[in-house]
């Protein structure tokens, strides 16, 4: 570590001599501000910005424009060195850290790994200004990527994130006084299970996995030409993705009324399928309720699994229909059966070859949403979630990397 600092040290200062003794960022006396107003040179200027080789102490030639009262340095803008004292190195090291991890681990990570000092505030400043840039450049970059499989699986799902408390005024919730404490973050997963196990079952392929995913509302009115921000981002993910040119386009979901009605009008040619892993859940939630903790409860929950696999779906409601009169999660547990019942055929999907239980859909939620936005004492405003998830999106779906090409040449040909 000792000697890594050293030579780190020692190729600040060379970077920092060469860079210092050039002085052809002084450009005459005046330059045009962006304003559109004239800025006068005022001699060079030192700043010390956190770079990969550690601290970088720099001079550079400096404008000021008396019309909108402030500077700007050539070089700084040429070199990428606009963002929070960070050079473009940093900047990335810390936008991947805070895309997996909180601002303070990030912080403390970067310092361990990367020898940089870069604050816990600085860390979240740039890691939202840079969710922020991602989630512009997702709603430009819709053309494909990748290939097309015969079949592929398209997700819906929704969780809670904890809000400040100013976020969630006014808004019905689920707390005992009414009162909302999270805001929903909507996910569209989209993958592929081409690969086969022994007994010839579909296997999700590795690394075919993608999430995009915000607090958006699904709704619109009916009169409304236009689709719902949320619809708009699943055909964004659907257009990357080539989900439409699928031999065999599946959606699953859980019961929620928003992800059915956005799947039947987006893709009303798609298999609707509702999650067995979500609606095993939901019998075993009903189940609990029903027997508490008393033996009769798991054999009672086995039976209708079992009901469920075998496409049973009346000896379900038959089972849930005793419990009716008692317990209103029975009734409403019948109605989530009855108006889903065609998207719980399992057995003709299975002997279609098509996935129906396969926690990716709860995964995702868990992964992109609920491990890093979901901890001990997160409290978040709706556009600094959005920013980060769109960062962890980006992140998880191995389209950072594209994305920051994709900057720093806009950036290279704007100077
Ligand atoms: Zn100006």
């Known amino acids: 570590m000792a000697a890594r600092r050293q030579s780190l040290r020692l190729a600040a200062r060379a970077l ?10 002084h450009v005459g006396a005046q330059r045009p501000c962006p304003c559109g107003g004239s800025a006068q040179y005022h001699g060079r200027h030192g700043k010390t910005f956190e770079s990969v080789l550690g601290p970088l102490h720099l001079q550079r030639a400096y404008y000021h424009c008396e019309q909108c009262a402030s500077g700007f ?16 190195g940093v900047l990335r090291m810390t936008a991947s850290a805070a895309a997996l991890l909180s601002f303070e681990e990030s912080s403390g990570l970067l310092h361990e790994l990367a020898g940089a000092e870069v604050s816990a505030k600085q860390v979240e400043r740039a890691a939202e200004a840079l969710g922020a840039e991602i989630a512009v450049d997702e709603h430009q970059q819709v053309e494909k990527m990748g290939e097309v499989a015969p079949t592929m699986y398209l997700g819906m799902d929704g969780t809670g994130v904890p809000m400040r408390t100013q976020e969630v005024a006014d808004r019905a919730g689920k707390q ?41 509302s699904a709704a619109t009115l009916d009169t409304s ?16 993705r080539g989900f439409r040119e699928a031999q065999r386009p599946v959606v699953l979901g859980d019961g929620s009324n928003w992800i059915w009605n956005s799947a039947s009008e987006l893709f ?32 009672w929950i086995q039976a209708r699994y079992d009901e469920l696999d075998e496409g049973c779906l009346k000896s379900v409601v038959q089972a849930l229909h005793g419990h009716a009169g008692q317990y209103k999660e ?34 995702g939620c868990k ?6 936005l979901k901890r001990a004492g997160m409290h978040w405003t709706v556009k600094g979630a959005n920013r980060i998830i769109a960062l962890r999106c980006s992140k998880l779906s191995g389209r950072f990397e594209d994305f920051w090409e994709r900057r720093s040449d806009q950036r290279k040909t704007a100077a």
């Not at 920092?16 to 960022?25: G, V, W």
């Not at 340095?73 to 473009?88: H, W």
């Not at 798609?270 to 033996?295: M, W």
């Open 225 to 240: 030409p236009h689709l719902s921000d949320f619809a708009a981002r699943v055909q964004r993910e659907a257009s990357r």
């Open 73 to 88: 340095c050539p070089r700084d803008r040429a070199l990428g060195l606009e963002s929070f004292s960070l050079t473009p």
């Open 176 to 216: 005992a006084d009414g009162s909302a404490k999270t805001r929903e973050a909507k996910l569209v997963t989209i993958w592929t299970a081409e690969s086969r196990d022994e007994e010839g079952q579909p296997v999700r392929d590795p690394g075919s996995i993608t999430y995009s995913a915000a607090i958006e």
């Open 268 to 299: 009303p040619q798609a298999t609707q399928i509702l999650d067995r892993f979500h609606a095993k859940e939901h019998l075993s939630q009903v189940g609990k309720i029903i027997y508490g903790d008393s033996p009769e409860g798991k054999p």
């Open 330 to 363: 029975a009734r409403e547990c019948v109605r989530y059966i009855w108006n889903n019942r065609r998207r719980m055929r399992y057995p003709k999907f299975h002997k279609q070859g098509f996935c129906t239980s396969t926690g990716v859909v709860e995964a």
């Open 16 to 25: 920092e001599q060469r860079l210092n003794t050039d002085t052809s960022d």
């Open 367 to 372: 992964v992109v949403i609920g491990t890093r």
